[in-house]
């Protein structure tokens, strides 16, 4: 059985909420909280949910981006939770993230060449030359010319930014990388091509992945596992196949039923219309009981007062819910 390289457990991370002159602390933002899940090495796990659910929160602290508040991070049989900013540089290199936006992402004053020789140069890894040639293997990974080394990212379409983001990930040979919506501002053409472009990448260099999407139909054709999150909490997980054929959460299943579908075949398989109405609460003040208890439709009274725990319904599918338990 493959190993984890990445386990998480019960993690939180809060955003402190200040007021007055003295800027007081009055509450705390929890997006996340006490998230638990293990990544395989060489698989895919896709976060899923909402925006404001937490998942791009949870990338940016498993990668330590930002400081967890409570909870532990153990990295290929390390725990990272609590390292300072300098025991953390080793990690810096084998645990990388794409951002969702390329045109933000890449410096505007910077040359292609310079934005995959920063990280080389920030961690001393070999000379000039080497380095040098290192940038245009790397290009030549990501199938881009050597004529983009002295480009700027205006002059790049979004496909080709997103390309070059991807190489600057690569260069330090990961072994981890959170995939933040990494086609959310690209074309569907284009977005198909990173998508498989990403999956022989995975393959290639034996790379685990966290992928972090809103598009579902994206995450079926690329993750092994599947976490969905509402309000900072996970609240069904389970191998990606097993989810998406029968998900028992009635959040899951509200989110799986308005999946576009293009043949009467996929209709029938798609879970039962399950409405859902309202916006996601606020993370500030969530509500008590079960999180997602002021949107189901079909909640009881316990849900009101009790949180639902998450339990194991069969092997490695996990669901939190009063319905199911």
């Known amino acids: 059985m493959t190993e984890s390289l990445v386990e998480v457990r019960n993690l939180k991370k809060y955003f402190p909420i200040t007021a007055g002159i003295l800027r007081r602390k009055v509450g705390d933002v929890k997006a996340v909280d006490g998230v638990s899940f293990n990544i395989r090495t060489g698989e895919t796990f896709a976060l899923v949910g909402e925006s404001g659910s937490g998942k791009t929160t949870t990338g940016k602290t498993i990668l330590r981006l930002y400081r967890p508040t409570d909870g532990k991070i153990i990295f290929d049989g390390e725990e990272i939770s609590q390292l300072k900013d300098r025991q953390l540089k080793k990690f810096r290199r084998v645990m990388q993230m794409v951002y969702q936006d390329p045109i933000s992402s890449l410096n505007p ?8 020789l920063e990280p080389l140069i920030i961690h001393k890894i070999g000379t000039p030359s080497e380095r040098y040639s290192a940038v245009k293997k790397i290009l030549e990974i990501v199938q881009l010319g050597e004529d983009y080394l ?8 979004g496909g080709e930014k997103q390309r070059v983001a991807i190489g600057r990930a690569l260069i330090l040979n990961p072994k981890f990388i959170v995939l933040d919506e990494p086609t959310s501002s690209l074309d569907v053409s284009v977005q198909a091509k990173i998508i498989h472009f990403i999956k022989e990448l995975q393959k290639k260099f034996k790379l685990t992945y966290l992928f972090i999407s809103h598009n ?3 995450v079926k054709n690329i993750s092994n596992y599947v976490g969905v999150m509402y309000l900072g909490k996970l609240i069904e997980m389970g191998p990606t196949n097993e989810l998406y054929r029968k998900p028992l959460h009635p959040y899951t299943q509200a989110l799986l ?3 576009p579908v293009v043949s009467d075949e996929e209709e029938k ?14 993370p500030a003040n969530p509500p008590p009981g079960c999180r997602f208890q002021t949107r189901c439709p ?13 339990i194991e319904v069969r092997k490695t599918y996990f ?7």
């Open 109 to 116: 004053r910077k040359r292609v060449k310079d934005i995959l």
């Open 150 to 157: 002295y480009r700027y990212p205006h002059e790049l379409s």
């Open 216 to 218: 579902l139909s994206l």
């Open 257 to 259: 039923s308005a999946i």
């Open 269 to 282: 398989m798609k879970p039962r219309k399950t409405p859902i109405k309202g916006e996601i609460p606020n």
């Open 298 to 310: 079909f909640k009881k009274e316990i849900c009101e007062k009790v949180t639902p725990e998450m």
């Open 319 to 325: 669901v939190s819910c009063h319905l199911i338990s």
